[in-house]
């Protein structure tokens, strides 16, 4: 079992390696053409309970890129939300023997993330610092070198300038969003999480996630009009 002390340290080195090669002996079942489970984790979960921490980079380089796109749109700030993937890593290394199984565990997980964000957002209200960034990048987190959207040769420059600043546009005005609203737009228009998912996550009823949405979706639409003009 990997030392409480050190757990930091090795969940950064593991965020800030490239590839997703499986970790010692275990396999890692996300290969090209492989057909999901119903909960496909659930063998490593049952690992790092067991105390196998190699189980542990497995989940970690599974779920890493989509716990940032949900940090980095719920902030809008680059380094909080690889700050904020860090932390959930952690606190879901800590907790993991308390996971029961009565939700999927990357349920669990983004539950973890959402409150982590919620956090970062309640303690840091006074800053404004948002930088665009592709969320297809394969490497989710890291300061040495940041992916800027996106790098391609085939695309002339001033596109992707024009591209980078639609994407900061777009980022600003879900910024703008209350925070409740904010978080249901992002889990279920831009992570496309199911409604039965995002009640796990954030324990609230069904009818107060859509109508959350609803309010949101409008709020969004009404924002982006003042920036593109009319959407329709």
């Known amino acids: 079992m990997i030392h409480i002390l050190t757990i930091g340290n090795w969940i950064t080195r593991l965020l800030m390696q490239e590839g997703t090669k499986s970790a010692g002996g275990l396999s890692n079942s996300e290969g ?46 680059y ?62 987190t890291g300061n040495e070198s940041r992916p800027i959207d996106p790098a391609s040769g085939e695309m002339p420059a001033i596109d992707l300038l024009v591209r980078k600043e639609m994407q900061e546009k777009v980022q600003q005005c879900i910024n703008r969003l209350e925070k409740d609203h904010r978080e249901i737009l992002v889990l279920r228009d831009i992570q496309g999480f199911s409604y039965e998912e995002i009640t796990e996550m954030l324990g609230l009823p069904d009818g107060t996630v859509k109508s959350r949405l609803s309010r949101a979706r409008s709020a969004i639409k009404e924002s982006l009009k003042k920036v593109f003009g009319d959407l329709q």
């Open 32 to 77: 090209k053409g492989s057909r999901p489970l119903a909960d496909e984790d659930s063998q490593y979960v049952a690992l790092c309970i067991q105390g196998e921490p190699q189980a542990f980079e497995v989940l970690v380089r599974r779920h890493q890129k989509k716990m940032f796109n949900i940090a980095y749109r719920m902030t809008g700030n």
């Open 79 to 140: 380094d909080d939300a690889a700050d904020i993937v860090q932390e959930s890593f952690l606190s879901a290394y800590k907790a993991i023997k308390n996971f029961r199984g009565e939700a999927k565990f990357s349920t669990w997980l983004y539950g973890i993330v959402v409150n982590h964000s919620r956090n970062r957002i309640r303690h840091a209200s006074g800053k404004a610092y948002h930088e665009p960034v592709s969320l297809d990048a394969d490497r989710a």
